[in-house]
Structures are given as structure tokens and as C-alpha cells.
């Protein structure tokens, strides 16, 4: 049997008593580490576990993952996922491996950021499609993701921005050689994220120039548009602030995981009044 086990947000003791159950009864027990991160580490995990995790990164997972299911036929082998098994697609293309392989699977499921972010009091059947901002260099800044934000706010939704993780990612000039050499680890903050949508928005503006009123797009976001910024959610140290995009740029919420919610227009009250307290400013939110 091949389980994918969810692990929740915070720390060990967030996974479920079904799936504490299924790891120390498995042959091998793998831990995904390049989709999110938990920040307990992995030696606290294998600790509160009481055995030893293999570590899969994304080569492993993206080019050896018949190795993780290696035997799976005959014993049981454990895949661990921060969050929810199914907040990434490569986990949902190793149960379909495992399915062409005649390998039964099981999911165990758990919280995840895509149902944890309620927890800024916007209602989750406020919202709309979630987006990825990724990483810019100086030859790369995608920004098709912003199109999807306006589609969100065209419809009064709220948008969940998932913020870029760089772990174990090989360097331009290793790629090139038969050694691999990696990049340190980068985890995207609220204040990065702020500032690449920042110049989206000047780059719209730009474009904007001249065009007549009434051709503009009155859903695109301003500088002064209310954003919420969220920081490990789940854990003890987690903090939300909601401000404008703005004032976001310069905001430092501390280490990682990081989030951003773009609020729509049109807070119902009760989604007002919970915000308010993470706002410095009342008429932020009014």
C-alpha cells in the first residue's frame, strides 16, 4: 500500500492519529520537502515520530519517483506532504504512477493554507481562484497570475496568492556541467510579493496612459488596494497584518511561510469587522 499522508501546518503533533498510526507501521517513510516546508525540521519530525524520514527533494520526486514506490505492492510505504496531500499536483501524478503500477493508495488528509487563510476572518466561499507569484530574475518576470487576480476581483472574489519557495534548486551555471551545484534556500516574503505587484501595476498604468475612462480596467489593483499579509499559519508565532499594497512592501513579518490575500471590494460586515483587528489603522479596512 503507497499512503500519502497530509501533516498539517504547524508541528508534529499536527498530523492526524490515523497517520501517526500508518508511519510507524511503514517499511519506508518518505518526506517531501520542496513543495512547502514545516518549520520544525525534520529532526523534530522523525523525533516525535520515532523513526527516520527519507528526504525527497524534487529531483527525487520528479525524476526517481518509481524508487519511492519500489515494493509498494507488497508493503507499505508512506509519503509525507505539508499541508493537505492534494495541495500540489506532483503529488496527484504519483498516485496516478502508483495506479498504472497496480499499487493501491490511500489518502490520509489534513489542514492546509488553502483552508487555514479563514483564519483572517475572510470567508472561504469568498474566494476565488488561487494564484502562484513566483520568483523574478532579470531575464524572467512572469506576471500572467495578475490576470487572474482581476478576474477574482471582476467577480467579487478574494484571491489567495501562494508565495515562491526555492529549495534545492540547482544553479544556471551547474546545469550546464555534469557536477550540480544548488542555490540557497529563499522562502518569498509579503513584502517581495508587494513589490512585484507594485510593478505590475505601474507597467498597467503605463499602459493605461491616455486610454480613454471608460476602456480602462476598474478592477485592477491601486497602490492604496487593501491587501492582507499571513505568516506561518499554525503555528504560535503566526501573525496577519491587512494594509495597502503599498505600505506591504515595507512590512517584515519574519521568517517563512509567508502568504497574501487580495480582499475583494466588497467585505460582507462580518468579514469587516473580523479584519479590523489586524489592521493598524481602522479606515484601512473602512
Same mark, same amino acid.
Given at each position: ?45 522523525? !523525533? +516525535? ?7 525527497? %527533494?524534487?529531483?527525487?520526486? !520528479?525524476?526517481?519517483?518509481? %524508487? ?15 499541508? #493537505?496531500? @492534494? ?34 476572518? =475572510?470567508?472561504?466561499? $469568498? ?19 495578475? #490576470? ?9 472574489? /478574494?484571491? =489567495?496568492?501562494?508565495? #515562491? ?14 557536477? *550540480?551545484?544548488?542555490?540557497?534556500? *529563499? @522562502? ?6 508587494? #513589490? ?9 498604468? %503605463? ?10 480596467? !476598474? $478592477? &485592477?489593483? *491601486? ?5 492582507? &499579509? ?5 503555528? %504560535?508565532?503566526?501573525?496577519? =497584518? ?15 511561510? /509567508? ?8 467585505? $460582507?460586515?462580518?468579514?469587516? !469587522? +473580523?479584519?479590523?483587528? +489586524? ?8
Amino acid at each position: 500500500m503507497f499512503y500519502i499522508i497530509g501533516l498539517g501546518l504547524g508541528d508534529p503533533e499536527d498530523i492526524t492519529v490515523k497517520g501517526l498510526n500508518i508511519i510507524k507501521q511503514c517499511e519506508r517513510v518518505y518526506l517531501e520537502s520542496y513543495t512547502s516546508v514545516l518549520c520544525c525540521g525534520q529532526e523534530k519530525l522523525e !523525533e +516525535f515520530y520515532g523513526r527516520k524520514l527519507i528526504l525527497a %527533494d524534487r529531483e527525487m520526486v !520528479e525524476q526517481r519517483a518509481d %524508487d519511492i514506490l519500489e515494493g509498494a505492492e507488497s508493503v507499505s510505504v508512506a509519503f509525507l506532504v505539508v499541508g #493537505d496531500p @492534494f495541495g500540489a499536483t506532483t503529488h496527484t501524478d504519483l498516485t496516478l504512477r502508483a495506479k498504472e503500477k497496480g499499487i493501491k493508495t490511500s489518502i490520509v488528509h489534513n489542514a492546509s493554507i488553502m483552508n487555514a487563510v479563514g483564519c483572517c476572518g =475572510l470567508q472561504l466561499y $469568498h474566494f476565488g481562484e488561487t494564484v502562484s507569484i513566483p520568483y523574478w530574475d532579470d531575464s524572467w518576470k512572469p506576471d500572467s497570475f495578475y #490576470d487572474k487576480i482581476v478576474a477574482n476581483l471582476k467577480h467579487g472574489l /478574494h484571491t =489567495l496568492c501562494l508565495l #515562491d519557495i526555492k529549495v534545492k534548486e540547482p544553479t544556471l551555471e551547474s546545469l550546464m556541467k555534469k557536477k *550540480r551545484e544548488y542555490m540557497p534556500p *529563499r @522562502f518569498m516574503s509579503v513584502s517581495e510579493a508587494a #513589490d512585484q505587484l507594485l510593478q505590475i501595476v505601474a507597467k498597467k498604468s %503605463d499602459a493605461e496612459a491616455g486610454v480613454q475612462p471608460d476602456q480602462q480596467n !476598474e $478592477h &485592477g489593483l *491601486r497602490e492604496n488596494t487593501l491587501i492582507v &499579509g499571513l505568516a506561518r499559519v499554525g503555528h %504560535d508565532t503566526q501573525q496577519i =497584518l491587512a494594509c495597502s499594497l503599498s505600505e506591504m512592501r515595507n512590512v517584515d513579518l519574519g521568517p517563512p511561510l /509567508h502568504s497574501l490575500i487580495i480582499p475583494n471590494g466588497q467585505l $460582507h460586515p462580518l468579514e469587516m !469587522e +473580523f479584519l479590523q483587528q +489586524f489592521a493598524e489603522l481602522k479606515q484601512q479596512i473602512l
